[in-house]
């Protein structure tokens, strides 16, 4: 089975927010920073924000998580591997680490992907045509 990169070489990404997401067709791939938006996303993929780092609230999980010092993941049902945490201390090191959030739309009637990145800014300017509006 062949799957997309999140950070496709040769298509562009749009950045979207809460008014702009709904303008992008399903199945493609998008980044946001809006923390709404991102919010949503988790609810909608019961996706819970989490840590593999040791932070002010608790210790390392024993997974080494390999993400360039961001830190910060989603737990699913049944696969809770990283330490929870809460919404504010996600988006704290959300903004610290200066982080995109890069994800497929999901597709009517398919099963919803949950795949997502945290991309740094600098990253996607550097690596895909990005349209950033920062």
């Not at 739309?105 to 009517?108: I, N, V, Y």
């Given at each position: 089975m062949?799957?997309?990169?999140?950070?496709?070489?040769?298509n562009?990404?749009r950045e979207?927010?809460?008014?702009t997401?709904?303008q992008?067709?399903?199945?493609s791939?998008?980044?946001?920073?809006d923390?709404?938006?991102i919010r949503?996303?988790?609810?909608?993929?019961?996706?819970?924000p989490a840590?593999?780092?040791?932070t002010g609230?608790g210790?390392?999980?024993a997974m080494?998580v390999?993400d360039?010092?961001?830190?910060?993941?989603?737990?699913?049902?049944g696969?809770?591997?990283f330490?929870?945490?809460?919404?504010d201390?996600?988006f704290d090191n959300?903004?610290q680490?200066d982080?995109m959030?890069v994800?497929d739309?999901?597709?009517?009637e398919?099963?919803?992907?949950g795949?997502?990145r945290?991309?740094?800014?600098?990253?996607?300017?550097e690596?895909v045509?990005?349209?950033?509006?920062k």
């Open positions: 062949t799957t997309r990169s999140l950070l496709p070489d040769i562009r990404i979207v927010d809460r008014n997401q709904s992008e067709p399903a199945g791939v998008v980044v946001t920073d923390p709404e938006l949503k996303w988790a609810l909608d993929h019961s996706a819970e840590t593999g780092e040791a609230s210790p390392a999980t080494h390999q360039g010092g961001a830190g910060i993941r989603f737990n699913y049902p696969v809770a591997s330490r929870p945490i809460s919404w201390e996600w959300f903004h680490y982080l959030f994800y739309l999901d597709q009517p398919a099963t919803p992907s795949r997502y945290l991309v740094p800014r600098k990253t996607l300017r690596r045509d990005v349209e950033l509006s």
